[in-house]
């Protein structure tokens, strides 16, 4: 079992930035990537950012490139994800999830994830 647990959302005006923590705890041992998710009222969850756990190999959904980053340090068993230049658009509940079989890297799919943390609000007001 792995837990998931995200911090670092809040209240933020358009334009701002914000960085959002993922701590994983558990049997992270067996983990190859991770990644993060949004899901705003009403809407489907969306994929966002996802990581390698063990290479710097980096995939950015089109809605965000160029301004969020997701980055992992291993040491510490943290993913981040670094958004800037915020929209009222990105306003969501953000999840972080964990892929231990290999297949949501490559899908970005919500279902190949196998971990799941409870999520962190972001609100962007205008």
């Known amino acids: 079992q792995v837990q998931l647990v995200e911090s670092g959302g809040g209240l933020v005006q358009a334009g701002g930035s914000l960085r959002l923590s993922c701590a994983a705890s558990g049997r992270t041992f067996g983990t190859y990537a991770m990644a993060w998710f949004r899901q705003a009222p009403g809407k489907e969850r969306e994929f966002v950012a996802v990581v390698l756990w063990y290479s710097d190999s980096t995939v950015h959904a089109d809605s965000v490139k160029g301004r969020f980053t997701i980055s992992r340090d291993n040491a510490k068993n943290t993913v981040y994800l670094q958004m800037n230049i915020l929209k009222p658009e990105d306003t969501a509940v953000y999840f972080c999830?964990?892929?231990?079989?290999?297949?949501?890297?490559?899908?970005?799919?919500?279902?190949?994830?196998?971990?799941w943390g409870q999520g962190t609000q972001v609100t962007v007001s205008s």
């Open positions: 999830a964990s892929d231990s079989r290999g297949r949501g890297y490559h899908s970005r799919k919500g279902d190949d994830f196998d971990y």
